[in-house]
């Protein structure tokens, strides 16, 4: 079957990085993505990898290594509005999106 | 501005009663999608549709029904076989072609049976 592993929940401090870990398993691979999801809110976009390596865009990085099944989200200063859920999320063979249940970041000051 | 909009943003039901929930987009994108959010789930999907006229079963159509007439437009209706159908709803829309995965979400409608 296929897969997406990340962790339930993560607490981390304002100003200080931490990295969120997404591994998986699924029948193909056409890139993997990194969403936002604000509590109650729509989720929004933050990155897309489909070649090994590391993507940086501003606070936020997304590595990726397909060879090991495996991605992490590095944010770095850390700001309260981080607080939100980050889902990881695979397109396999078919196109067809893959998720994660979604890590939940808790910003402490 | 172009987006999605999705309503009612909250909905409740009787048991045995069927609702609609509506997705409208002005992104001119053809490909539609609805996922059902539960707590310590990923999203799952529900049904899509990549043109007008024509969509697919998701991983968990079962209970649920869609149309496509409009490719602004891709409602959803949870009937009453959906066994277990307080969740949060997600609407998405994308642009067309495999590779391009960038999902464009509409706020969500949470349904609660009473």
């Known amino acids: 079957g296929q897969n997406i592993d990340q ?74 509005k981080d607080s939100a859920s980050y889902l990881c999320a695979v397109m396999d063979s078919n196109y067809q999106l893959i998720w994660g249940a979604g890590t939940k970041l808790i910003i402490k000051p | 501005d172009g987006g999605i909009t999705q309503s009612p943003k909250y909905l409740f039901r009787k048991e045995g009663q069927n609702v609609t929930l509506s997705c409208e987009q002005n992104l001119n994108h053809d490909a539609m999608y609805w996922y059902r959010q539960d707590p310590g789930q990923g999203l799952r999907l529900i049904y899509y549709s990549q043109i007008v006229n024509d969509f697919q079963k998701g991983d968990i159509a079962e209970g649920y029904s ?35 995965g960038e999902l464009f979400f509409g706020e969500g409608s949470r349904l609660t049976v009473l």
């Open chain 1, 7 to 80: 962790p339930t929940e993560m607490t981390a401090t304002e100003g200080a990085i931490v990295q969120i870990n997404c591994t998986y398993q699924t029948s193909g691979f056409n890139g993997l993505f990194w969403y936002q999801q604000h509590a109650g809110e729509a989720p929004t976009f933050l990155s897309y990898n489909v070649l090994d390596g590391l993507e940086e865009k501003g606070r936020f990085s997304s590595f990726l290594s397909r060879s090991k099944g495996y991605s992490y989200l590095l944010l770095k200063e850390l700001q309260m």
């Open chain 2, 66 to 100: 869609v149309s496509r007439e409009k490719k602004e437009s891709f409602p959803l209706t949870v009937t009453s076989a959906q066994k277990n159908p307080t969740a949060f709803y997600l609407c998405a829309s994308k642009t067309p072609g495999p590779h391009t």
